[in-house]
């Protein structure tokens, strides 16, 4: 079986429960609390974004094949370029949403937890590094799209819908990059295939614990 095939036999069970979790159902049909909302864009925007930009920096300044380097530092880029085009959507939110904006500097419990997987993952290896990463590309692809196809004609939150899915070619960015994957784990090791599996499935795992953080809106306890 291919490394492509065996992750997408993974992630099919689980993009189904991201995409049924409560808060994106909430979000298709209108009905989700604004804090909720606030909650997962914010720490989007100013942690998980930023971090999977560096994240791909870090896997870039790993790779053994120019065409893998090209492909991340490409994202990384892009992912960066992201950044000033996410805070205005952030500061457009928070005037439109009747929650007060945080001022927060402080990541929240499972998102610091996130971040930090993303960052500790390419200290590992590059195969373990990519893999870890692509939950976040993938399943953005595979919720983007389910967006667009059930979101509730005249949702509350259809502005916010609209804008959320990723420009230009992002499938084919994708499709590179499980390319890359294929790639990297059909020339792997055993050990480093399990490695690489492993990461894909935690960083899957966080996909979910992301949209439960904000659902429930997840706390520091102390």
């Known amino acids: 079986m291919s490394t492509r095939?065996?992750?997408?036999?993974?992630?099919?069970p689980l993009?189904?429960?991201?995409?049924?979790?409560?808060?994106?159902?909430?979000?298709r049909a209108g009905t989700l609390p604004p804090s909720s909302l606030w909650y997962f864009a914010e720490q989007d925007a100013r942690y998980v974004v930023?971090?999977?930009?560096?994240?791909?920096?870090?896997?870039?300044?790993?790779a053994e094949r120019d065409e893998h380097g090209t492909l991340l530092c490409s994202a990384a880029s892009a992912t960066f370029?992201?950044?000033?085009?996410?805070?205005?959507?952030?500061s457009e939110l928070a005037a439109g949403l009747p929650v007060a904006g945080s001022d927060s500097t402080e990541a929240r419990p499972m998102i610091h937890a996130y971040t930090s997987f993303m960052l500790a993952a390419p200290t590992i290896s590059f195969a373990?590094?990519?893999?870890?990463?692509?939950?976040?590309?993938?399943?953005?692809?595979?919720?983007?799209?389910?967006?667009?196809e059930r979101c509730e004609p005249g949702s509350r939150y259809a502005s916010w819908v609209a804008q959320y899915p990723?420009?230009?070619?992002?499938?084919?960015?994708?499709?590179a990059y499980l390319a890359m994957v294929d790639e990297v784990g059909a020339?792997?090791?055993?050990?480093?295939?399990?490695r690489l599996v492993e990461h894909f499935l935690i960083g899957a795992r966080f996909e979910w614990a992301f949209a439960e953080a904000a659902w429930r809106h997840q706390e520091w306890a102390v």
């Open 5 to 12: 095939a065996e992750l997408s036999a993974i992630a099919r």
């Open 15 to 27: 993009v189904a429960k991201v995409k049924e979790h409560p808060f994106w159902t909430g979000l």
């Open 50 to 62: 930023p971090t999977y930009a560096r994240a791909l920096a870090m896997c870039a300044a790993l």
């Open 81 to 90: 370029g992201s950044l000033p085009k996410l805070a205005a959507g952030l």
């Open 128 to 148: 373990a590094g990519i893999a870890g990463l692509l939950p976040m590309s993938w399943f953005h692809l595979f919720v983007s799209d389910d967006l667009r």
């Open 166 to 175: 990723p420009g230009g070619d992002y499938e084919g960015y994708v499709n």
């Open 187 to 194: 020339q792997s090791s055993k050990t480093d295939r399990k």
